[in-house]
């Protein structure tokens, strides 16, 4: 297959999927996507890896891989290109702007502070629990896509995700592909979504180059080769949630002309960070900031942010104007900025949530079995 063919979207991709088995789709599908699945396999599996965007495919993996043999194109991911916008795009068929999971940091004035919406705790805290009920979850619900496809299928599909966070607990990629392995061998038809952590966190903690990534994708490489050799009536689409860059960081505790605009530390992420601004500072916030980041950073008003659609397609969520704040910085070079160094650890080596291409970009594999 071309891989011209097969740009499109996390989105247009899940849309395909979507519209395959009788859910409607919110968005427009992917026309080569949809000629795949169109062939009728069995099974659908869907594998995503965290972080494995197509330059870190291409850096750690040699054109004769398994993975890069069967990669037949490029999508783009959501913006922020980063886990929680684009895996629950994944999971709901939504653009962020509709779901509403923005990034990994999100303002709730129910309880007055930013939560890091995944691990449900206060950001910069040490691993404080943002409250006793889950807050992302509970302001923030949706319906997974495996769901709609069992209601759409009246129960033919055995829909379901397999995760480290799922009920089908996986702890290894090992253990994903034989959880995978063993449920597409049984009767009936089953789409599975497959996701793994890595080559995420090594990523952050060891930087795009480290020999740590390439063995970890050599090992993914071959436990996926290993897996698809084992299926049959399957379609198998691998693909990731963002790439990764390596960046350099700036703390805004050290720039007084523009901390004190503000009326709280930024939101969302390190690349895309919503400034919350005291009234009747906008003026000086946006000459302060572009002063020193104008360079590095696209800043937003919100209204810009609604009008550019920059968080995609669709009727926003009511909770993305607390979340949005009064303008947004997107990133377009290396710098990463916080309110201060991290406690305890090294400031990240590679992030993502900015607009490069090298956080865009993610691969879209495919195999036949």
């Known amino acids: 297959m071309e891989r011209s063919r097969m740009e499109g ?15 409607a789709p919110r968005h427009p599908t992917l026309p080569a996507a949809d000629a795949l ?44 290109p980063t886990t929680a916008a684009a895996t629950i795009t994944l999971q709901t068929g939504l653009s962020p702007i509709e779901h509403g999971w923005l990034g990994w940091n999100l303002y709730f004035p129910e309880i007055g502070s930013d939560v890091s ?27 997974p896509v495996w769901e709609e496809i069992i209601s759409a299928t ?15 607990l996986v702890a290894s990629v090992p253990s994903l592909c034989e959880k995978a392995a063993s449920l597409c061998a049984g009767p009936g038809r089953h789409y599975l ?9 090594l990523l952050h903690h060891e930087g795009t180059g480290s020999a740590l990534v390439t063995e970890c994708l050599r090992e993914i490489d071959r ?6 050799a084992r299926l049959s009536d399957t379609l198998v689409l691998v693909t990731a949630d963002h790439g990764h860059t390596d960046v350099r960081w700036a703390f805004l505790r050290d720039y007084p002309d523009v901390a004190e605009h503000l009326l709280r530390p930024p939101s969302i992420e390190a690349r895309a960070l919503s400034f919350f601004v005291k009234p009747g ?46 303008f947004l910085a997107a990133a377009v070079s290396d710098l990463s900025i916080d309110w201060e160094p991290p406690k305890g650890r090294p400031p990240h080596k590679a992030g993502h949530a900015g607009l490069t291409l090298a956080e865009t970009r993610v691969p879209l594999i495919v195999i036949p079995t």
């Open 37 to 80: 699945l169109e062939k009728g396999a069995r099974n659908v599996l869907l594998l995503l890896f965290d972080g494995m965007g197509s330059e870190i495919l291409a850096r750690h993996l040699p054109e004769e891989s398994f993975l890069r043999r069967h990669c037949a194109g490029e999508l783009q991911s959501v913006y922020p």
């Open 9 to 23: 979207s996390l989105l247009s991709l899940i849309s395909s999927i979507l519209r395959h088995y009788g859910a």
């Open 117 to 143: 919406v995944f691990p449900n705790t206060i950001p910069r805290s040490g691993g404080q629990r943002a409250a006793d009920y889950n807050v992302a979850r509970r302001y923030l619900p949706f319906r």
């Open 154 to 168: 009246g129960g033919a599909v055995d829909a379901r995700p397999l995760s480290p966070f799922a009920a089908d």
């Open 223 to 228: 436990e996926v080769e290993a897996l698809c």
């Open 281 to 326: 500072h906008e003026t000086a916030f946006r000459e302060a900031f572009l002063a020193h980041f104008g360079e590095e950073f696209v800043l937003y008003t919100r209204e810009e942010v609604y009008a550019r659609k920059l968080f995609g397609e669709g009727a926003p969520h009511p909770r993305t104007a607390d979340f949005i704040g009064d």
């Open 193 to 201: 979504y497959g996701y793994w952590i890595e080559p995420d966190d």
